[in-house]
């Protein structure tokens, strides 16, 4: 008899959510306290579902958050020039930040497993990584497919104009090792914090590809410092 279908996660839980309180700065950044505070319930059958890492080893979801807080970043696809330039940039988050507020920094893609080391390489991204192919996960927490219009301003992580960059991505479609697209080019990704245990405390669904939450402020929700994305050196004071 076949296993009744999961019901996906379609309620947006964000700081303005009442029954999910979010904090604001670092200092209240204290994301499971007791009670009915404790965030919204991920249901046990999603966290079991599978994400590969680069070997194809397959590990449950909820094994990625059990003993700790993550920043879990959904992309859309390793080939979209939007989430190669939104990865460099959480590639620049230091690991003794994350490591002072005991959190972990997770991205999810979507396409095979085999992509994983060349996109770390193209990006620099050296934090922990994984793929859903199947987009299992993706569906079950209600993320997007298509493009929704929407007014929500430019990111502060892309670069590229949507010329110059679906040229280079068509372009590295073409000449990497295997052809494809690395994954749904029509699926959107998402932004949550999870965890210690299979709680949700934020999670926000990307509308397009120019939708991603701005890093600083999901740093800020979980109590890391924060990163200075736009390379000026550092003035010290003496």
């Known amino acids: 008899m076949a296993a009744p279908a999961l019901a996906p996660i ?46 194809g080893r397959r590990v449950p979801f909820g094994e990625l958050f059990r003993e700790r807080r993550a920043v879990v970043v959904f992309v859309r696809h390793f080939l979209c020039y939007t989430c190669k330039e939104y990865v460099e940039d959480l590639a620049k988050i230091p690991k003794s930040f994350l490591q002072e507020a005991d959190v972990t920094l997770i991205v999810i893609g979507q396409s095979s497993y085999h992509h994983i080391e060349p996109f770390c390489k193209l990006t620099g991204y050296c934090h922990e990584i994984y793929v859903d192919p199947e987009r299992e996960i993706y569906k079950r927490l209600g993320m997007k497919r298509g493009e929704e219009v929407t007014s929500s301003g430019p990111s502060p992580h892309i670069k590229s104009n949507i010329l110059s960059g679906s040229i280079w991505s068509l372009w590295r479609a073409v000449t990497g090792p295997l052809f494809d697209f690395q994954g749904d080019p029509v699926q959107q990704g998402g932004t949550l914090v999870l965890g210690p245990g299979h709680y949700i405390h934020f999670i926000h669904r990307d509308r397009n590809r120019l939708d991603h939450k701005p890093i600083n402020s999901v740093l800020q929700l979980v109590g890391v410092q924060q990163v200075d994305f736009t390379g000026r050196p550092s003035v010290i004071h003496v």
Do not use: F, K, N
């Open 10 to 55: 379609t309620r947006q839980v964000s700081g303005r959510t009442a029954t999910v309180p979010v904090p604001s700065c670092p200092a209240a950044a204290a994301l499971v306290p007791s009670g009915s505070a404790r965030g919204q319930p991920l249901a046990d059958a999603v966290a079991e579902l599978p994400v590969l890492d680069s070997s």
